[in-house]
Nanobody, 121 residues
């Protein structure tokens, strides 16, 4: 089993910044792509940012230039730096990781519990 734990959410004013963190623990051989998704009330979950093991990143146009995803030196951590936040960024943010199992070598997809980000004055 693998657990993902997010932290760093909270309330911030428009134009402000937040940094989200996510750490993976458990039966991990290797973590491939890590990503952040978000889900606002009444909307579908959407990709916010993704980063491959090699460091390639992907962002939707809605956050490009404002959000930056990065991986820690330990490789089992991922961060999301969010700048110039807007009220429409308000959502629950979820960490996601593709993890290869130590015994089966099969990759499974895992989700964190989510952390609330609220952008409001």
């Amino acid at each position: 089993q693998v657990q993902l734990a997010e932290s760093g959410g909270g309330l911030v004013q428009p134009g402000g910044s937040l940094r989200l963190s996510c750490g993976a623990s458990g039966r991990i051989l290797r973590i491939n792509t890590m990503a952040w998704y978000r889900q606002a009330p009444g909307k579908q979950r959407e990709l916010v940012a993704a980063i491959t093991r090699g460091g390639s990143t992907n962002y939707p146009d809605s956050v490009k230039g404002r959000f930056t995803i990065s991986r820690g030196n330990a490789e089992n951590t991922v961060f999301l730096q969010m700048n110039s936040l807007k009220p429409e960024d308000t959502a629950v943010y979820y960490c996601n990781a593709g993890v290869q199992d130590t015994i089966t070598y099969i990759e499974h997809n895992y989700w964190g519990q989510g952390t609330q980000v609220t952008v409001s004055s």
